[in-house]
């Protein structure tokens, strides 16, 4: 049973690949990638064995958490892309629960991951190849590791069956996948600082570690060849203890889940009792309904959900790269940076629409009720967002007197580029994930009718709030407060007039260009 659950695991895989070229051509990437990772932390086991064991100890340690801590959230975060181990297909077949056990933890190994796993951890054992107890050492925490790998990954895979089945939160997990990945310029860089100048708070961690499940199985050959050998028995126990825990746990995971498999039907099919939402205290007018959808699908569509994430990120961005570059006033463009993000999110809102943009045609909505609606709807939270964002570098650097003028600045850009991109998409529409597609998705389309109204997009906005600019630029350069001031008047009162003259003028466009708009969207869809 055990080499049948394997022989369909490469089953799967070798179909999968035959029928899709996309899977065939992420594979040999991914195989690329990997075998870079792969040589380049096998070189560096290997060169561990001619340090140290004091140094080479703490960095193994590391590594080896990290990898665990990986496994262990990958079932999370990457929930939905491979279903060939998915506890409920098992459901139905008299399949012993030691035998499915072991099948599907040798079966987990098969792939990228696993593999590049299995030599990394196999190389571990170079580094410890100092003397046969040492080697020894290595050899049982390499095994321990690669077995808590794979048993704490099933174990998470088996207990969030149910969430995984939910499209909302496979999305969700996406999407909080994100942050990591754009914040990883500046958890690197701070981590190499750290690294630099504090070695001492890096040995301590992979000290505290060595003593926890993440790190125990990889601290034992390092203790054995300091010649601490009471301390190595103890870490390999919680090593084993882990695993052994970790295993039964998973056993009974696993169980639940065949006896009761997760429910398929959409997590979203139940009525809501939370009243009307936005639809309760928006205006009674077309305006006011299209402004009250807009908001619903800015909550619930991930599409929209992926912006939202990043906008309050910009601050930790700007944040590091000013540090790293000693420019503190590219910090102070936080609010600014996000306020245009925000505004330019209003350019695909059509796009985002897809074919439901036939509703308005059909209902005979005027232009102008449609770029007020969906203005509304954005400028709701953008504006104290903006606001809070651009308020956050100043309650860091302390620098007060250039307040007005950032603010000014991001309330234009805000307001103005709302007007801007209200005009835009109701010229152009960009191709875009379809609804209930994934946010990650790209589809192929115009990519450089794209590409050229994003540019010219931010080329005109730039000109749009050149007041503004100017009158920042002269605040930091004299630092009279008056200029501030002043570019916090001019944003509101320019801003909001450019505002309006961009919705009034995207509506009349809107109007004229209504069945050509709604044929563009059919043929990107």
């Known amino acids: 049973m055990v080499a049948h659950l394997i022989t369909l695991k490469l089953a799967l895989l070798r179909n999968g690949l035959r029928r899709s070229v996309g899977q065939l ?4 990437v991914g195989s690329l990638y990997g075998l870079g990772l792969l040589f380049l932390a096998v070189l560096g086991l ?4 001619l340090v140290d064991a004091g140094i080479a100890g703490p960095i193994v340690v590391l590594g080896g958490s990290a990898l665990l801590a990986g496994w262990a959230f990958a079932p999370i975060l990457v929930s939905g892309v491979d279903l060939t181990l998915d506890p409920g297909r098992f459901a139905l077949y008299p399949i012993p629960l030691s035998r499915l056990l072991i099948g599907q933890a040798l079966a987990g190994l098969i792939g990228i991951p696993g593999a590049c796993t299995a030599v990394a951890l196999a190389a571990t054992t170079v580094t410890w190849a100092r003397d046969p107890l040492t080697f020894v050492a290595g050899v049982l925490g390499a095994v321990l590791a690669l ?3 794979v048993v704490v ?17 496979r999305e969700g997990s996406r999407m909080v996948m994100m942050v990591p990945i ?5 958890i690197l860089g701070l981590a190499i600082r750290g690294m630099e100048t504090n070695l001492g708070a890096v040995h301590a961690l992979a000290q505290i570690l060595a003593w926890t499940p993440l790190g ?3 601290g034992v050959p390092a203790a054995v060849a300091e010649g601490h050998l009471l301390e190595a028995f103890l870490k390999l126990l919680i090593a084993a203890a882990s695993l052994v825990l970790a295993a039964w746990a998973w056993s009974r995971s696993l169980a639940r889940a065949l006896v009761t498999p997760a429910s398929r039907a959409s997590s979203g099919s139940k009525a809501g009792r939370g009243g009307l939402g936005p639809f309760g205290w928006m205006p009674a007018s077309p305006a006011g309904a299209i402004a009250a959808r807009a908001l619903v699908y800015w909550v619930r569509d991930p599409r929209y959900g992926t912006a939202l994430i990043i906008v309050p990120l910009v ?3 700007l944040f590091f790269s000013s540090a790293q570059q000693h420019q503190s006033d590219v910090f102070l463009l936080s609010g600014p940076l996000a306020a245009f993000l925000l505004a330019w999110s209003l350019a695909t809102d059509v796009s985002y629409d897809s074919t439901a943009f036939s509703l308005h045609l059909t209902a005979g909505v005027r232009g102008r009720a449609d770029r007020w609606g969906r203005a509304l709807a954005l400028l709701t939270f953008a504006v104290p967002a903006a606001a809070v964002i651009a308020l956050v570098p100043f309650v860091v650097s302390g620098r007060w007197g250039l307040l007005p003028g950032y603010l000014g600045l991001a309330f234009g850009v805000l307001l103005s580029g709302s007007g801007l991109a209200s005009v835009v998409s109701a010229r152009f529409t960009v ?4 609804p209930g597609e994934s946010p990650f998705k790209r589809p192929p389309g115009n990519t450089t009718q794209t590409f050229l109204v994003q540019i010219g997009g931010l080329l005109t906005l730039g000109l749009l709030v050149l007041p503004e600019i100017l009158l920042v630029a002269l605040s930091v350069a004299t630092g009279e407060p008056g200029y501030g001031w002043g570019a916090l008047l001019v944003g509101i009162v320019l801003g909001s007039a450019l505002c309006v003259g961009g919705i009034t003028l995207g509506g009349m466009w809107l109007d004229r260009r209504g069945p050509e708009v709604y044929s563009s969207l059919v043929r990107s869809g």
């Open 25 to 28: 051509v992420g594979l040999i």
């Open 46 to 49: 290997i060169l561990l064995r």
């Open 147 to 149: 077995g808590l790998c």
């Open 153 to 169: 990954s099933r174990l998470v895979a088996s207990a969030v069956t149910d969430l995984a089945t939910s499209r909302r939160f």
């Open 182 to 186: 754009v914040l990883l310029g500046p």
């Open 216 to 218: 125990a199985s990889l």
């Open 315 to 317: 601050p930790v961005i």
């Open 431 to 434: 191709t875009v994930p379809l």
